[in-house]
């Protein structure tokens, strides 16, 4: 059984996402207790005289801009990483990837010239291909093929298009 290779992409994202919940444990980990003490003083409030709780206001207005402007730069970093991360390109990992092209029959081919024409990679034989090219195009026989005909070839390539 071959092990599974991540690409560089998932790779990428992988990191991403690891950074992203690193980062969001931070804030957590810092917002806590702020909130905790915010409510705390906000429930023995009115204990406090005009002037202690003027002051609390202000305290407690001070603390929510920087926990909103905290949130904020969060969520700017995380829809920013999320722009980033998807707009990562695909290297070339050396797997071989599947693709499809159109092929015109022209007067005198045949299945088996057609299908020598596009072999190179990713099929034992050229009897498998030619399987699949009739199968894909709903050929029951070979020779059923003629000119003007439009056959849909797979073909693999270890170039990312």
């Given at each position: 059984m071959r092990a599974a290779r991540l690409s560089i992409f998932e790779t990428a994202n992988m990191l991403l996402n690891s950074i992203m919940?690193?980062?969001?444990?931070?804030f957590v980990y810092i917002s806590k207790p702020i909130a905790q003490s915010i409510y705390k003083?906000?429930?023995?409030?009115k204990k406090y005289?005009?002037?202690?709780?003027?002051?609390?206001?202000?305290?407690?207005?001070?603390?929510?801009?920087?926990?909103g402007?905290?949130?904020?730069?969060?969520?700017?970093f995380a829809f920013s990483m999320n722009i980033f991360s998807s707009n990562v390109k695909a290297?070339?990992?050396?797997?071989?990837?599947k693709y499809y092209t159109f092929y015109t029959v022209e007067p005198g081919d045949s299945l088996w010239?057609?299908?020598d024409e596009f072999y190179e990679?990713?099929?034992?034989?050229?009897?498998?291909?030619?399987?699949?090219?009739?199968?894909?195009?709903h050929i029951k026989d070979a020779n059923d093929i003629t000119s003007g005909d439009t056959l849909v070839i797979p073909y693999y390539s270890y170039e990312i298009k």
């Open positions: 919940e690193f980062l969001f444990n931070i003083k906000y429930r023995t409030f005289s005009i002037r202690k709780q003027k002051r609390m206001k202000r305290d407690f207005m001070r603390k929510s801009a920087i926990v402007f905290a949130c904020a730069l969060g969520i700017l290297e070339d990992d050396g797997r071989l990837h010239e057609v299908a990679l990713g099929y034992d034989n050229h009897e498998d291909y030619i399987d699949e090219i009739m199968f894909i195009n």
